[in-house]
């Protein structure tokens, strides 16, 4: 049966090009007041005022949905390390005694500590634990996330890790997009020889977890003592013939190369993007690579720099916005936190980062085709808000304001016993 969901004060449809929005596109947010979608089978079949949606056959015959408020596209979170077995707490106490990223690490603290529980961790915790915090996202309006191995960091906890995703797909309603991130740190075993530890993942954990079909992504961390550029052209582009599509962590404590080593290897996305000059704005505009700033870890570390959003936007990069959620530097799942700190430390537009969060973070998951807006024939996935103007998604901040979250036309808040576990 088909579902007519109406009465939304403000419907943002963000219809438009059937591509990534750069410079003023990422302003157009296709406003609707007193809007209604028609849904069936999990598909939009109509969107628009309210009127001219109930004129439609479906309409007639369809359950009707009375949800005022404001209504988006789900967002899409692009770009999260949603596995890993415990918070890092001891990483936290120190950072508050003023300890740095660097100095954590070199404590012992940082990525490298994540691996020992996600060592042991056997995959069927490990994959309901993944599906319980998705419930989290879900109940914040995120519909889709990508989600990153990289605590692993040998070839049974990686493949281990990535497999869980494809298990708790069967768990959750949230749409899971799997990414190898075997290079994310060099682990104990080799005893700081990155070479050698990529020469590992090129020969046995790439080609395996390709031939098992695990990951949609290849990601890895270019950052000093962690993989150079060099080793991110090598291993982006042996992903990318084994048919992941690169993805890049660059610029993000300094400006080291990674993101045109990405862009030249057709990254999807380069993430961070802190520390990017001209020529790498450049390069990503060129090469299409989409920049993902993720300022809620910035934030939580106390850095006072941001990645400069608006140089990026003046040169026509398309812009995503992802939480980045993982143990060490950002904690946070709720993609609402990240429109605030975009739009009062990046000086991002509401609207902007609206678009950055939804069609633009589709797009970099190259799902941009089937989600990230609300138009005819696109997945039906929503998310509504208890708000009268959608602004109010980026001004209050601290809180969770989604109301009903729809997937593929399901409805999983709102109604009577449809309420997630979590
Ligand atoms: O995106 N920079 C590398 N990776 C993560 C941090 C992961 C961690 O600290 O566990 C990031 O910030
Ligand atoms: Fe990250």
Known sequence: MAILFTGIKQLLT?????APRAGAAMREIGLVKNGAVLVEKGIVEAAGPRAAVARHRLAKTAKVVET???CLPGFVDSH?????AEPRLKDFSMRTAGASYPEIKAAGGGILSSIGA???QPLKP???QLARRAARFLECGTTTAEVKSGYGLSLDSELKMLRAVREARKLT???LLPTLLAAHSVPPEFNGDSQKYLDHIIAEILPKAAAEGLAVFADIFCEKG???????TTYLKEAARLGLRPKVHSEQLSNYGGTRAGAAAGAVSADHADHVYAEDIAAMRDAGTIATLLPASNYYLGLSKFPPARELIAEGVPVALATDFNPGTCPC????FVLSVACTHCAMTPEEALCAATVNGAWALGIGDRCGVIAPGRQADLAFFAAYDYRELCYYFGANQCSMTVKKGKILRGTPGTLLSC
């Open 14 to 18: 963000f219809a438009g090009d059937d």
């Open 173 to 175: 309603p949230l749409e």
């Open 226 to 232: 962690y993989f150079t550029p060099e080793q991110t």
């Open 68 to 70: 005022g408020g404001v």
């Open 126 to 128: 490990m994959a309901a």
């Open 80 to 84: 999260t390390h949603m596995i890993f």
């Open 333 to 336: 799942w709720n993609m609402q």
């Open 118 to 120: 996600v060592r042991k």
